[in-house]
């Protein structure tokens, strides 16, 4: 009886071991590497430039095929690669986020791809702030002095 327990349990214990090797096997397909999947834009003042970009690389062994983008929000606007991204190459989803609104922002940025994670989710945050009375007094004594 302890012989068919021992023998019982070394094979449940074979069996999970060969699951968890299969499912550490790197996996077919195009695959997303971003060089980051937040970007900061920290503190930038009300209707300076918005745009920044999501830098990535098709680690897998496929070409990778960006199907849609969708920001948020309709503050948030993505814009995706038009040609597919070959395994190796670099590839970049550039994003425009309206600086006319005040205050601090979180957003998200869904990508939908053939990749092997078909959805995937990158942030874009910050702050958006007045610009100061300080800094408009200056430009205006500026542009009376060079007149």
């Given amino acids: 009886m302890k012989k068919l327990a021992l023998v019982l349990f070394l094979s449940v214990f074979t069996i999970s071991?060969?699951?968890q090797d299969s499912s550490t096997e790197k996996q077919d397909g195009p695959a997303f590497?971003?060089?980051h999947?937040?970007?900061d834009y920290g503190k930038i003042v009300k209707g300076s430039n918005g745009e920044r970009s999501f830098v990535f690389t098709n680690v897998g062994n496929a070409p990778?095929?960006?199907e849609r983008?969708?920001?948020s929000c309709g503050c948030t606007v993505p814009t995706k690669p038009e040609k597919p991204i070959l395994p190796g190459e670099k590839g970049e989803i550039k994003v425009k986020y309206d600086t006319n609104r005040t205050g601090g922002f979180s957003k998200t940025?869904?990508?939908i791809?053939?990749?092997t994670e078909a959805r995937k989710v990158v942030r874009i945050k910050g702050l958006v702030e007045k610009p100061s009375t300080a800094s408009v007094i200056e430009k205006e004594k500026s542009v009376l002095s060079n007149n």
Wanted: hydrophobic share 50%; aromatic share 4%.
């Fill in 109 to 111: 940025v869904t990508i």
């Fill in 17 to 19: 071991l060969n699951a």
């Fill in 113 to 115: 791809s053939n990749a």
């Fill in 64 to 66: 990778l095929v960006i």
């Fill in 33 to 35: 590497k971003f060089e």
């Fill in 37 to 39: 999947e937040t970007i």
């Fill in 69 to 71: 983008v969708q920001g």
